[in-house]
């Protein structure tokens, strides 16, 4: 299930995300798709999509933070 493109992210996090934060995403997402393919390479019972999921938003909050304004900023 990896994007191809960012309109093909989830709402969550197209509608809330600036579009160089969602790249970084879906980068981060498809990377850990592959990655994480074999249910041993995971901890507990997460599911691949679950995991590369939180893989992804780890990756974002490296370069964005959440304002006070509740939107996505660069880090500085």
């Not at 309109?7 to 509608?15: A, R, Y």
């Amino acid at each position: 299930m990896p994007y191809k493109q960012n309109s093909e992210l989830p709402d969550s996090v197209t509608n809330v995300l600036p579009a160089h934060a969602q790249d970084i995403y879906r980068e981060a997402f498809d990377s850990a798709w592959d990655e994480y393919k074999e249910p041993k390479d995971r901890r507990g019972d997460s599911s691949r999509e679950e995991v590369a999921h939180r893989v992804a938003w780890q990756a974002v909050k490296q370069k964005y933070e959440k304002g006070d304004d509740g939107k996505w900023h660069p880090r500085s």
